[in-house]
């Protein structure tokens, strides 16, 4: 029997990196895209946010393309937030999007930062987050 996992962590942030998404629109939102991505076949293990951006920590079938799916979630999720009017203003998401891969060995350290992201970004911007992953990965690029 062959066994494959693949885990993604993808991070994407809201257009413009405004601090648009409140708690409780948050709350909703990240119930409403896990219920969706369900739908279609897309395993969604942890997800969570501050107000202008969302973490996903997503289980892929060896059939699933990284970029379908991640077109899926958001643009289902921008129609999603613009029909329910939850915001006061026309709601898109930045064209940036952040994917990395995840060892089965790593996933609850995952889902621990996932699950932290509030008090994470209480004295760290998102800029400053994604300067830490880039570090990490230049200095794993550096050991090869």
């Given at each position: 029997m062959v066994q494959i996992y693949l885990y993604v962590h993808i991070i994407w942030s809201t257009r413009n990196r405004e601090k648009i998404l409140s708690k409780?629109?948050?709350?909703?939102?990240f119930a409403h895209l896990k219920k969706h991505a369900e739908e279609k076949g897309i395993h969604v293990l942890t997800i969570n946010g501050v107000e202008d951006h969302v973490h996903l920590l997503l289980q892929l079938h060896p059939a699933?393309?990284?970029s379908q799916v991640?077109?899926?979630?958001?643009?289902?999720?921008?129609?999603?937030l613009n029909g329910t009017q939850l915001l006061k203003e026309e709601f898109s998401w930045s064209e940036e999007t952040i994917a990395y891969s995840v060892s089965p060995g790593a996933l609850q350290q995952v889902r621990d930062y996932l699950d932290r992201q509030e008090d994470?970004?209480?004295s760290k911007s998102f800029e400053t987050e994604i300067e830490v992953?880039?570090?990490t990965d230049n200095k794993?690029?550096?050991?090869?």
């Open positions: 409780p629109v948050r709350v909703v939102l699933q393309n990284l991640m077109r899926i979630l958001r643009s289902e999720s921008t129609e999603w994470y970004h209480l992953f880039l570090k794993l690029e550096n050991k090869s």
